[in-house]
């Protein structure tokens, strides 16, 4: 029992070395998907117009499309009349021309027949039978857009890294993309450990407590952009714990352990890990969450989360959301969601680590959550955390502080 | 040709109408699903503790289970001694008792054993054969969590609404829930209509153009918690649209049809929503996107958009997109992200009617950007729009304005 520490090591060492671990041995990756299913992907290639928009010279009104010059000098008083020899719906193409003395009605969003290069409202034009009076005077591409006007072929419309919202993605589907490049989510999965922990639906017996970690990081991950799966529970057992991890990086590149205490997978997986790879990082001087571990097998990330939920989830949000969501591509609009407000109750810390402090955002006020870090339930109205760096003793009611906030 | 409109209506009346028609016609519905795949859903319910937490008095360190008493006077230079008579993982039950002078080696973890009153951790004892000298005098209930210190049986601790977060379902996880109550996503159809639309992964013929409406406007009710799909393309028939509109309401409570020109289908929607049902809308004194129709059908909400997608969009996020984040449940977590910033550029806006203008937002720059409302690559940069009420002629550089940002 007590575990033997590698070498505590500061948080911002932890951070850089967790960053550089992800960078070096995982690469974002990229899958193909439909462009209908694509909201909240991020784009893994820059995209370049495929065709002109709008793909040939478009009428942007109901009326009638003319040689523009049959309209010079026309007016209520005094119409230019014309025949009109066919209609043309959007959609539709017709094999007549527009020449002196003749006009196609025609529908908004219809390609403009040969021949005609403006449109005469239908506001501004009185039909009768086959002929049409002009009561005004159109000039050259009158209510037309032209052909590419709006994008040409070839030009760069959207950007490695763009966030698909439903207005980026109308402009792929007018482009007639049916699937686009978009960085692949990163594969997670998580393991639990401890013989005292029980999956929901069995029943508790005495002495054991239902699984958090498993559900809790699954969703956190996912919330940083990862494919993530609870993978099952195993015993603290060196065995056990070797073969379900050999078993889990056959399905995954990043994979969490969470012990059930402190100490036990703790000392089993730095030896697992030892054995099968290397460690990196083993505890983090950092209040809660010191028993920290993180190694790398075959190119693939462990990391050994604490037992104690709070302690897991302020972890993992700390250290692991960032450079997640850099691999998920959304590092670029992923901001740590940083708030200011004023510390309403003191906070002492203790000097020598980073404290990390629950807290409730009510407004302006920040309201510490004073519970033993083993307290579950302060997660019920904890909206984020407070750093207290480790050479401060104290907060005081009323300083002003950053709140990191919960996903 | 051209439309008649029922009555062109103002957008706050229009805005009223619409939340309206979805509070009497729709009430939220909840559906059950499994707490680890529950991450960004809402609770349909208030949740209450089913026991305590800890269920048992849990040992929060690595040490001995000892009667405090035992320990009383007990110090480096005079320790106490105690016969060491068990040893209790986490997980763990047994059937022996701490009595005066015996103790129990216990994890952290582990439910304390019957008789034991307190821990003292290992750093405070000398363990030697079956026996351990105590180096420090524990009060009652040292290092223990005592049963129901965290949460009591039969506490709220969570409410209907509240957004599940990582956090929230790890209380959930933690009091063994299986399966929660969440809001349903409302369910959203499309139908696009039009003789020129084609659908991607089609040839387009020369004259048409590919549907961009039925994918974004998917993807953007998708983005505010419906769910959400494409249900295909309609000729602009009065049957054809009568016959789809009845389909589809047996498959969604909201349907969207929009037109691929402003008149067409206009027209026949109004009028099939005249034989089936009832129009409530039918022309918004807003630019672009006046064609817009709102009608009910047996209980369900039918609107058509305008077939411009860039107008579609405006209308979707101006109108409905309060309404449906509501019927999601988000409501209270939706804040139309509004951000305020410095216009770089004048604009000039049409008396008489609301003017939706597109705008990038660099920093405090709004940028607005000047197309033809029918340019959907503006779409590729905008991040949100401005609105300039209907007596506003002019809204000149530098002036301070507010931008409702997309999704």
Same mark, same amino acid.
Do not use: W
């Given at each position: ?41 991020? =784009? ?42 066919? %209609? ?39 039909? %009768? ?7 005004? &005077?159109?000039?050259? +591409? ?5 052909? !590419? ?51 929901? !639906? ?26 993530? /799966?609870? =993978? !099952? ?22 994979? +969490? ?24 990082? @083993? ?8 028993? &920290? ?8 990330? $462990? ?30 609009? %992923? ?10 109750? /003191?906070? @002492?810390?203790? $000097? ?17 959550? %004073?519970?033993?870090? !083993? ?29 990191? =906030? +919960?996903?």
């Amino acid at each position: 029992m007590g575990t033997e520490f590698l070498k505590i090591m500061e948080c911002d060492d932890a951070s850089d070395i967790i960053r550089d671990l992800f960078d070096e041995n995982l690469k974002p990756e990229s899958e193909q998907i439909n462009v209908g299913e694509a909201y909240g992907r991020i =784009l893994f290639e820059d995209v370049y117009s495929r065709m002109d928009f709008p793909p040939f010279n478009k009428a942007l009104k109901d009326g009638f499309a003319i040689l523009s010059s049959d309209s010079f000098g026309a007016s209520e008083e005094s119409p230019n009349t014309l025949e009109v020899i066919d %209609f043309l719906e959007a959609g539709a193409i017709t094999d007549n021309k527009v020449e002196e003395g003749k006009c196609i009605e025609i529908s908004t969003g219809a390609a403009m027949p040969d021949g005609a290069d403006a449109v005469v409202m239908v506001e501004y034009a009185e039909k %009768f039978e086959d002929k049409v009076n002009l009561l005004t &005077t159109a000039v050259p +591409f009158q209510d037309v857009a032209k052909k !590419g006007s709006d994008i040409e072929e070839g030009k760069l419309i959207l950007k490695k890294g763009d966030f698909l919202n439903p207005g980026k993605i109308g402009v792929l589907l007018s482009q007639g993309f049916e699937t686009i490049e978009v960085y692949k989510k990163p594969s997670v999965g998580i393991l639990s450990s401890g013989n005292e922990i029980t999956l929901q !639906g069995e029943e508790l017996e005495y002495g054991k407590i239902y699984d958090v970690n498993g559900g809790m990081i699954k969703n956190d991950a996912v919330s940083c952009g990862a494919d993530a /799966r609870f =993978l !099952g529970v195993m015993r603290d057992d060196y065995d056990e714990v070797k073969e379900k991890i050999i078993e889990s990086l056959n399905e995954v590149d990043i994979l +969490f352990c969470s012990g059930g205490t402190s100490a036990g997978l703790g000392d089993v997986l730095k030896h697992v890990l030892d054995e099968l790879g290397e460690v990196y990082i @083993h505890g983090i001087s950092v209040q809660p969450g010191k028993p &920290t571990i993180v190694g790398i097998i075959d190119g693939k990330i $462990v990391i050994g989360l604490p037992g104690n939920p709070v302690s897991a989830l302020m972890i993992f949000n700390a250290f692991v959301a960032e450079p997640l969501t850099k691999l998920a591509g959304i590092d670029k609009n %992923f901001e740590m969601k940083v708030i200011k407000g004023k510390i309403t109750k /003191r906070i @002492h810390s203790q $000097v020598g680590r980073m404290q990390y402090q629950l807290v409730k955002v009510d407004g302006e006020n920040i309201l510490p959550i %004073f519970k033993d870090s !083993g307290a579950i339930f302060s997660l019920s109205t904890a909206d984020g955390y407070v750093k207290i760096p480790k050479l401060v003793e104290l907060v005081d009611e009323g300083e002003e502080v950053e709140v990191y =906030l +919960f996903n």
